[in-house]
């Protein structure tokens, strides 16, 4: 955010960047009417007296829904999830939402649990992914987890997508074009 210029007078803002209270009393100093929050968690975004805020993010719960919708239209009969390996509320979301479309069609997926207080955990997701039950599908928390999920199938020696079905969310370009 270009706080530095004097002569900088915004209406609003969109960003996609978390907002310390200093900022948005600058910006409503500055004559800021409004703020366009581009992230999935909205408290990272204080409220100020007059500063008018509106989210713009995912719907967490509908795509932990399409990407079970979308396994099970696979005629899998295993499902798992790969969360991320930090709290994040939204993709608890996604994973929940996940977990109960599947447990509505009588299915009960494999969440994978971190260990966070070990330092090789993709030694731990590789032993978990090898012992999923085959074939299965395996929606990963964002791009990045997918990844993490393939590397790991990759180390394990297990076929992708005939064992093990992966689907990454978030469309991180990077990933996605290699």
Known sequence: VP???????????????????AQVK?????GLKGIIAL???????????????????CDN????DAGA?????????????????VKDASLDCRQNAFADTLMAAGFTPCIYRSPRTRQNSSDDLVRWIADL?????????????????????????INVPAQILVLGVDDEEYICEN
Request: aromatic share 6%.
């Open 61 to 64: 719960a509908r795509i932990g």
């Open 39 to 57: 992230r999935d968690d909205e408290s990272s975004y204080p409220s100020v007296r007059g500063v008018g805020l509106r989210h713009v993010g």
């Open 3 to 21: 706080m530095s210029s004097a002569n900088w007078r915004p209406d609003g803002i969109i960003t996609d960047r978390a907002l310390g209270r």
């Open 133 to 157: 039950p085959k074939p299965c599908g395996v929606m990963a928390a964002f791009d990045q987890r997918a990844k993490n999920v393939l590397d790991a199938c990759r180390t394990a020696q």
């Open 26 to 30: 600058r910006m409503q100093q500055l």
């Open 69 to 85: 919708r979308f396994l099970m239209a696979k005629k899998l009969r295993h499902f798992a999830y790969v969360p991320a390996n």
